[in-house]
């Protein structure tokens, strides 16, 4: 099976060096796009290829380069910004990326920022990923030196310089728009839109705003070609993706598979199952801002549009595993507390909604709920629902607790008429 993005992760080393990196057709997309395509048939390759975002919403990502006006004015280039500010609660995937085989994300910057001719890159880096800002911080370097990066690049009459920008840290960075204020040294709150980024983004220029794990796709679609890009996936959708699993399954980690691979060959092949004396009770597919599945949903196909049927959303596809010994109640709470404490503060349903739903699951927990609790609760599933605040934050959060309530609720009524949780969950 082809793993791309893995290729040069190897355990006898720790990350691939540019001589590494090179072994393996390193920067052959690079040289292809520049020399021998234009950008907007590089636009082209990567929209044929099927390539969506890895970031979670799974936007085309060759449809949203080609949003981006080809030939600006000269004093109004456009931006590209990569979302390397990977805070979303049980997801993991982009730090693998970013500290094994950086100059991979480097060559798919080069190539995405030729594809709608900005002459600038910035990563937006989480500002714990240390390890990932010293890699990268080389990788540049090696990179520069190697006239990779920089003015005429390869020789050609393309010029581009990427800045790597450590994020402060908090969460709503991760928000497309919340990100390019931070970039511009402003409050990190979100920006109504329209007017999108592609049209008006960073200090007013169309930007395009990729995840690491969407570009680390594309020096690959032009080393072989959307056919074989799209060849690689199970189902509908194209390529491979890292999936993972956290929980008490008996081997965390991640995996390079293809697209369309089912749930449950991710949790029970290549997580080895639950661990001894633990049964599966649930799971939330993509991160800790979607909604619980069952056991019943483990043959899904992890794909968009599959997963969204079930349901639920594909996210990240970093599965966080719910056991038979874990209260979901507990769960939720403690997925509620850390949204609430990352909200922004700027629209209402979210700045008071968060808070009172923690009181209320703290106050079910504590054995002071009342059965009317249960009706607030999923009434403000659908006050912070899609459409009622300017991000995505709070709809997400009431992702895990609306499904909960629908797949739990004999532990929520547990807690009120019994004042215990079930079994002997914690
Ligand atoms: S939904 Fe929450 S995080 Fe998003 S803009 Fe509103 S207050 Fe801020």
């Given at each position: ?28 997309g690079l040289r292809k796009a520049v020399t021998d395509l234009g950008p907007k048939a590089v636009q082209q390759w990567v929209k044929d290829a099927g390539l969506r ?161 969407t570009i680390c796709n594309v020096p690959h679609i032009l080393r072989h070609g959307a056919d074989w890009y799209k060849g690689l996936g199970r189902g509908a959708d ?189």
């Open positions: 099976m082809d793993r791309p993005l893995t290729q040069n992760i190897r355990a006898d080393r720790d990350f691939a060096t540019l001589a590494d990196y090179r072994k393996t057709g390193g920067y052959e975002g890895r970031g979670g919403a799974g936007f085309g990502t060759g449809l949203k380069w080609s949003l981006v006006p080809i030939d600006p004015a000269p004093d109004h280039p456009p931006y590209l910004v990569v979302n390397a500010d990977e805070m979303e609660p049980g997801t993991f995937k982009d730090r693998l990326l970013l500290e094994k085989d950086p100059h991979q994300l480097l060559e798919g910057i080069a190539i995405a920022a030729y594809a709608i001719q900005a002459q600038t890159a910035y990563i937006f880096l989480r500002g714990e990923y240390r390890l990932a800002a010293e890699r990268l911080t080389r990788a540049l370097q090696e990179a520069r030196a190697a006239h990779y990066v920089g003015a005429h690049l390869l020789d050609s009459d393309f010029s581009l310089d990427i800045h790597l920008h450590t994020s402060a840290g908090r969460y709503i960075c991760g928000e497309e728009s919340a990100l390019l204020n931070a970039l511009e040294g402003k409050r990190a709150t979100p920006r109504p839109k329209p007017p999108f980024a592609v049209v008006s983004g960073l200090w007013g220029r169309p930007t395009v705003v990729n995840n690491v794990e194209a390529g491979t993706k890292l999936f993972g699993a956290s929980g008490r399954v008996k081997r965390p980690g991640l995996w390079e598979l293809p697209m369309g691979t089912p749930i449950r060959e991710i949790l029970e092949e290549h997580a080895g199952g639950m661990k001894d004396g633990y049964q599966l009770r649930g799971f939330l597919p993509g991160g800790a801002s979607t909604d619980f599945l069952l056991p019943e949903h483990l043959d899904v196909p992890m794909e968009f549009d599959t997963v969204a049927k079930a349901g639920s959303r594909m996210g990240t596809g970093t599965i966080i595993v719910l056991d038979d010994k874990t209260c979901p109640v507990r769960m939720v709470l403690n997925l509620e507390r850390f949204f609430a404490q990352e909200s922004c503060g700027w629209c209402t349903p979210c700045r008071d909604g968060l808070p009172w739903t923690v009181t209320l699951l703290q106050d079910i927990v504590e054995g002071r709920g009342r059965p009317e609790d249960l009706d607030t609760l999923a009434g403000l599933t659908r006050m912070l629902g899609p459409g009622n605040t300017f991000c995505a934050l709070a709809p997400g959060a009431m992702e895990p607790l609306q499904s909960a309530l629908k797949y739990f609720r004999e532990d929520f009524e547990r807690y009120i008429f019994q004042n215990r949780p079930l079994k002997e969950a914690v």
